[in-house]
């Protein structure tokens, strides 16, 4: 059974580092592959993909945010992270992280809210 | 890749045969999944590929299209089927979701 789930914190203050984690069992990230995304949603918008990385290590970001983003995996601790900077109110939203294939993100964590305020 | 779902809003009764489109900018073979959400949860996978059932998703549920235009047909709505529901291309990088479309009753 595979299962992820997202942490992080709840408030990060504009223009700081927001760090999420992603915690996954269920598969193994070096299968291959295998990849992990992170898609967030504003309160009442749609659905934003963020990144993914895959098995091999290669990463793909949104172009709109890629100066900003850093995804990475620690295969020991079957975990991937994101990092975003320079963090503005309106990333405010419910990040998502999911067990992304060639058909799409077929598992996918609870999600967590953050919220980008002063 | 743009995606553009209609319609954004959907109002219909159970039994009803509901039907959802998703038109992409340009050509992405069958790359398109289907998503369903429910308030405060996580979307959950309902069409792969187009057309292909995610294991443990009802049968009243169906994808089809291919290139340029998709639809998801729901054949007799039920009341566990009032959501929203997004298209994803998984053709290209970024990869990219429909602005949703809310099926209320």
């Known amino acids: 059974q595979i299962t992820l789930k997202e942490s992080g914190p709840a408030l990060v203050k504009p223009t700081q580092t927001l760090t999420l984690t992603c915690s996954f069992s269920g598969f193994s990230i070096t299968a291959t592959g295998a990849g992990v995304g992170w898609i967030r949603q504003p309160p009442g918008e749609a659905l934003e993909w963020l990144a993914l990385?895959?098995?091999?290590?290669?990463?793909r970001y949104s172009p709109s945010l890629k100066n900003r983003l850093t995804i990475s995996k620690d295969t020991s601790k079957n975990q991937v992270v994101l990092t975003m900077t320079n963090v503005d109110p309106v990333d405010t939203a419910t990040y998502y992280c999911?067990?992304?294939?060639?058909?799409?993100?077929?598992?996918w964590g609870q999600g967590t809210l953050v919220t980008v305020s002063s | 890749i743009q995606l553009t779902q209609s319609p954004s809003f959907l109002s219909a009764s159970v039994g009803d045969r509901v039907t959802i489109t998703c038109r992409a900018s340009q050509g992405i073979s069958s790359y398109l999944a289907w998503y369903q959400q429910k308030p405060g949860k996580a979307p959950k996978l309902l069409i792969y590929?187009?057309?292909s059932l995610q294991n443990g998703v009802p049968s009243r549920f169906s994808g089809s299209g291919s290139g340029t235009e998709f639809t998801l047909t729901i054949s007799s709505l039920q009341p566990e089927d009032f959501a929203t529901y997004y298209c994803?291309?998984?053709?290209?990088?970024?990869?990219?979701f429909g602005g949703g479309t809310k099926v209320e009753i």
């Open positions: 994803e291309q998984v053709k290209s990088f970024p990869l990219t």
């Open positions: 999911a067990h992304s294939g060639v058909s799409g993100h077929d598992f």
């Open positions: 990385i895959y098995w091999d290590d290669d990463k």
């Open positions: 590929a187009a057309s």
